[in-house]
């Protein structure tokens, strides 16, 4: 199975819906939570002169999260958090991006992980359901169940309830998962 194909599956058994898919990259969304993976060649560095070109070939502009797909996924994904600074600094443009590094000898694992940290970031935009949870464990008032969903977890191998839950008055975001 191409790697294309992996990741969509991935993400359409975790509620994505697909918008886009190119032979590189896909956009994905979740309710309001909006992504793009981006596979790059194993032989490949970005180079980018100017950086908005940047933000124009990854289409940076309309997404929360870029998951980048590679074998040296973490050097590729420094180097486009330091340009999305730059970019901030030099051009006064803040992109609210966040950026989550997918190694492709741990495809499965790895993209599970940063879809719950997705999640995880961005509880409003993903948000599902709006019920009571648990207490908080900082201030103990109850707190918010914010997203909720059931998944097969690749890491766990087996069935996994998923909760995000959030004390507004302390800020406090708590990311649960319960084994089935």
């Known amino acids: 199975m191409k790697i294309i194909n992996k990741i969509i599956e ?3 058994n975790r509620g994505f819906r697909i918008k886009v898919i190119h032979d590189d990259s896909i956009k994905a969304d979740l309710n309001k939570l909006r992504v793009r993976v981006w596979i790059t060649p194993s ?7 100017n950086l908005l070109d940047m933000v124009d070939e990854l289409e ?6 870029l998951f980048v797909v590679s074998e040296r996924p973490y050097v590729i994904s420094d180097y486009v958090v330091n340009n999305l600074s730059r970019i901030r600094y030099w051009f006064n443009k803040e992109l609210n991006i966040k950026v989550y590094a997918i190694n492709i000898d741990r ?6 992980d940063g879809i ?3 999640i995880t970031n961005f509880y409003r935009e993903a948000s599902n359901v709006a019920l ?4 908080c464990p900082n201030c103990g008032l109850p707190m918010t169940i914010m997203y909720s969903s059931r998944y097969y977890s690749r890491r766990w191998r087996t069935w996994v309830n ?8 302390c800020k ?4 649960k998962l319960i084994l089935s």
């Open 43 to 49: 032989d490949y560095f970005p180079w980018w002169s």
């Open 162 to 169: 998923e909760y995000v839950e959030v004390c507004e008055r």
């Open 10 to 12: 991935e993400f359409r």
């Open 107 to 112: 495809l499965e694992e790895d993209l599970e």
């Open 116 to 118: 719950n940290l997705v």
């Open 172 to 175: 406090v975001v708590s990311h």
């Open 132 to 135: 009571m949870g648990s207490t």
């Open 60 to 65: 940076l502009n309309d997404i929360n999260a």
